[in-house]
């Protein structure tokens, strides 16, 4: 199967073309560095600068992955601009796409993120829960529309609601690993938000499943179904690395570095994966411990 992939070269794409090229998959690549992915990818991958590049090597599959990480620098108005164009903009690209072929891929599958919640205090999460109207929710909001256009070129269009993402070498342990390794983390404001996660291998897992099913379509809560608040998280993290974590961090302080933009790390959702586990899908990493474990064995 030809599968198109937009961020093929971002933390979860890399894992996801590894295992699709070793499944015997092509893989077509959308990277604003090519040179670059191409070091990254795997051998034989097709990679452009474009999406409708792919016009005459029409995929059978999409996985639209792309977007400027919404956590790199305070929310200004031009910045809050910049994180839904970089998102809404390449799916609108990837619609087209479908529009012109004669034969549009059978499925697209699109990120998205548990920011479409907002802040639902202490609430269980799934996936008709109504969302509470920010910034986040909004952002979310706009690019699971614009994925949902492909549907009237007759694509199955299945949306992930992606979790915080765990494995070395990038994701959330990256700015996380350093200072509990010296001591010195700890909770965030009260400790009492939900942090929903997932380890990167049980999401590509998952991104594979939504490929292979053809009954399934619409949202789906991609994350483990064991979530943990933010005080559970920095105590067993600490725990793995036999390291205290006693500096909380208050939210006044995170407020004042960084804005708005402290809303993702002082409030959260109980997110529940409910639709994928009545699907059928089994997580290899269910629990925060089983993932850390494995994680830090490495």
């Given at each position: 199967m030809r599968v198109l992939i937009t961020g093929g070269s971002g933390f979860v794409g890399r894992r996801l073309c590894e295992r699709l090229a070793k499944a015997?998959?092509?893989?077509l690549v959308v990277s604003r560095d090519p040179t670059r992915a191409r070091r990254v990818l795997p051998a034989g991958t097709d990679v452009e600068t474009s999406v409708l590049a792919f016009t005459?090597?029409?995929?059978?599959?999409?996985?639209?992955?792309?977007?400027?990480?919404?956590?790199?620098?305070r929310w200004s108005d031009e910045q809050k601009r910049r994180l839904i164009d970089s998102r809404v903009n390449i799916t609108r690209d990837l619609v087209m796409l479908c529009q012109h072929l004669e034969s549009p891929p059978a499925v697209m599958v699109s990120g998205s993120a548990?920011?479409?919640?907002?802040?639902?205090?202490?609430?269980e999460v799934a996936e008709d829960?109504?969302?509470?109207?920010?910034?986040?929710?909004?952002?979310?909001?706009s690019w699971e529309q614009?994925?949902?256009?492909?549907?009237e070129y007759g694509v199955r269009v299945a949306l992930i609601r992606i979790g915080l993402v765990l494995e070395q070498g990038g994701g959330t342990l990256a700015k996380m690993l350093p200072p509990f390794k010296l001591g010195l983390g700890g909770r965030f404001g009260s400790g009492r938000q939900f942090m929903p996660w997932v380890h990167r291998e049980d999401l590509v897992r998952i991104i594979e499943f939504l490929l292979e099913r053809d009954d399934l379509r619409?949202?789906?809560?991609g994350s483990a179904p064991h979530p943990v608040t933010?005080?559970?998280?920095?105590?067993?993290?600490?725990?793995?690395?036999?390291?205290?974590?006693?500096?909380?961090v208050p939210a006044f302080v995170?407020?004042?570095?960084?804005?708005?933009?402290?809303?993702?790390?002082?409030?959260?959702?109980?997110?529940r994966p409910a639709r994928l586990q009545a699907a059928g899908f089994e997580f290899r990493y269910p629990t925060l411990d089983e993932a850390l474990a494995a994680i830090l064995r490495q």
């Open positions: 015997d998959h092509s893989l005459d090597r029409a995929p059978e599959a999409i996985v639209n992955l792309a977007g400027e990480s919404i956590a790199d620098r548990m920011g479409y919640y907002g802040d639902q205090g202490e609430r829960t109504p969302p509470h109207d920010e910034f986040a929710h909004r952002l979310c909001e614009a994925a949902r256009e492909a549907e619409g949202p789906f809560n933010n005080a559970e998280f920095s105590q067993a993290l600490a725990r793995h690395l036999r390291r205290p974590a006693m500096l909380p995170l407020k004042a570095g960084f804005g708005e933009m402290s809303r993702l790390l002082l409030t959260g959702a109980d997110m």
